[in-house]
């Protein structure tokens, strides 16, 4: 396992019955990122997360939380990690505060983490009225901050965007890249809505049939620059000395197009361009466009 890795899933598969609905399912989540989990219905994204939640049982293979076996460790494991699936479970009878209350002391968190996590909410004065007042954006602020009491390093969101207005959807996502700047945690979160996952996920993990399907390249953190330059040949044996040559494609004489993953070498074969007098004359970082790949990835028939 990587220092950095948070979470390695390897082999995992899992029946129903005669059903095979995960089939040999690997991946890993490092330290600081934020996953997006696409599929089309029926693919397999559920039965995964319940399994790394320990809500169900894979019938081979093994899932590491912080390095913890989630079958053989599992406290420890499941200390790490938080989940949000299906609707949380809060108690609709109870104030928002009560409910923050109610699981902080069952799990004896410190007043000073559930004042914060009051204060996460944003909930405001509403935070004394009842759950089962609130609208779904509330709730699920709600949930958040409940999953976050034990400062988990990792937190599994199932479709978080459901149900949310577009506003509730903005504040979401600025939530979830905040959370990751100051809790320091990673996000596995599955969603249909292809424009939020682009603009939530640093990388994506595609399933399809209960298999993980490779990730285009497009989509596994990598940036494509398209570079207008003077000699676009001389520049292209400059990046060739730090990227591999199927990362490199002359487009004409003054363009190339690379895909780099890591800033540094951006950096640094720029730095090089300019050093041999080579005139940089336009630079574009090309955005992803998920739907065009979700579409070359599954084409139109979901299994
Ligand atoms: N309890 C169950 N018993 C039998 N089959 C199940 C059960 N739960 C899920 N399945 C089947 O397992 C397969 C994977 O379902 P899963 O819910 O993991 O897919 P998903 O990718 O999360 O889909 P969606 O996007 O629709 O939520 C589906 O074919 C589903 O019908």
């Known amino acids: 396992?990587?220092?950095?890795?948070?979470?390695?899933?390897?082999?995992?598969?899992?029946?129903?019955?005669?059903?095979?609905?995960?089939?040999?399912?690997?991946?890993?989540?490092?330290?600081?990122?934020?996953?997006?989990?696409?599929?089309?219905?029926?693919?397999?994204?559920?039965?995964?997360?319940?399994?790394?939640?320990?809500?169900?049982?894979?019938?081979?293979?093994?899932?590491?939380?912080?390095?913890?076996?989630?079958?053989?460790?599992?406290?420890?494991?499941?200390?790490?990690?938080?989940?949000?699936?299906?609707?949380?479970?809060?108690?609709?009878?109870?104030?928002?505060?009560?409910?923050?209350?109610?699981?902080?002391?069952?799990?004896?968190?410190?007043?000073?983490?559930?004042?914060?996590?009051?204060?996460?909410?944003?909930?405001?004065?509403?935070?004394?009225?009842k759950v089962g007042k609130y609208s779904m954006g509330m709730k699920q602020r709600l949930g958040l901050a409940i999953a976050l009491l034990s400062k988990p390093r990792f937190i599994i969101l199932d479709e978080p965007t459901n149900g949310l207005d577009p506003t509730g959807i903005i504040d979401l996502r600025n939530t979830l890249h905040n959370l990751v700047k100051e809790e320091k945690l990673s996000i596995l979160f599955s969603s249909h809505q292809l424009g939020e996952i682009e603009k939530l996920a640093n990388r994506i993990i595609c399933i399809n049939n209960g298999r993980i399907i490779d990730t285009p390249q497009a989509l596994d953190g990598s940036m494509h620059y398209i570079l207008q330059l003077s000699d676009a040949v001389k520049a292209k044996n400059i990046f060739a000395k730090r990227i591999k040559e199927d990362k490199i494609e002359l487009i004409g004489s003054d363009s190339i197009k690379v895909i780099i993953d890591d800033q540094p070498v951006l950096s640094q074969s720029l730095k090089e361009i300019l050093d041999e007098d080579i005139t940089l004359l336009d630079i574009n970082k090309m955005e992803l466009d998920i739907e065009s790949i979700y579409k070359e990835v599954y084409g139109d028939h979901h299994e």
Do not use: W
Request: proline share 3%; with cysteine.
């Open 1 to 129: 396992m990587s220092e950095n890795h948070v979470v390695t899933v390897e082999n995992l598969n899992k029946f129903y019955g005669k059903r095979q609905v995960l089939k040999d399912v690997s991946f890993y989540i490092d330290k600081n990122e934020i996953v997006g989990f696409i599929g089309p219905n029926g693919a397999g994204k559920s039965t995964t997360m319940k399994c790394m939640c320990n809500l169900i049982f894979p019938d081979s293979g093994t899932i590491r939380i912080c390095g913890y076996d989630i079958l053989k460790e599992r406290d420890k494991a499941l200390s790490c990690q938080a989940a949000l699936i299906e609707s949380p479970g809060l108690y609709m009878d109870m104030s928002g505060k009560e409910n923050i209350k109610l699981i902080a002391k069952m799990r004896k968190v410190p007043d000073a983490r559930v004042n914060e996590l009051i204060e996460f909410t944003g909930l405001d004065k509403k935070i004394n009225l």
